[in-house]
Nanobody, 113 residues
Framework: QVQLVESGGGLVQAGGSLRLSCAASGNAFNTRAFEWYRRAPGKQRELVARIKILGSPEYGSSVKGRFSISRDNARNTVFLQMNSLTPEDTAVYYC???????WGQGTQVTVSS
């Protein structure tokens, strides 16, 4: 069983930055991959970023070059650094552990123009 708790969302002006955190409980954090998704109003859920145990992180085309996913295995936490935010990034952001299909409750990110 894995529980995921996101934090760090909020309201930011276009061009600004936010860092989201996903705190994971449960065991074997360092053997798990993690993903960030987002769902904007009226749109389908979108994969934003993925970090695996090995290899390079992966990003959705709409965020590549602006967002960065990382993990701190000592703190059982995954981060999503979001830079150069635009109003199109406004969404609820979710953390997911794909092996067990565990999801967090989401954190709202709102980017004003």
């Amino acid at each position: 069983q894995v529980q995921l708790v996101e934090s760090g969302g909020g309201l930011v002006q276009a061009g600004g930055s936010l860092r989201l955190s996903c705190a994971a409980s449960g065991n074997a954090f360092n053997t798990r991959a993690f993903e960030w998704y987002r769902r904007a109003p009226g749109k389908q859920r979108e994969l934003v970023a993925r970090i695996k145990i090995l290899g390079s992180p992966e990003y959705g085309s709409s965020v590549k070059g602006r967002f960065s996913i990382s993990r701190d295995n000592a703190r059982n936490t995954v981060f999503l650094q979001m830079n150069s935010l635009t109003p199109e990034d406004t969404a609820v952001y979710y953390c997911r552990e794909p092996l067990g299909d565990y999801w967090g409750q989401g954190t709202q990110v709102t980017v004003s123009s």
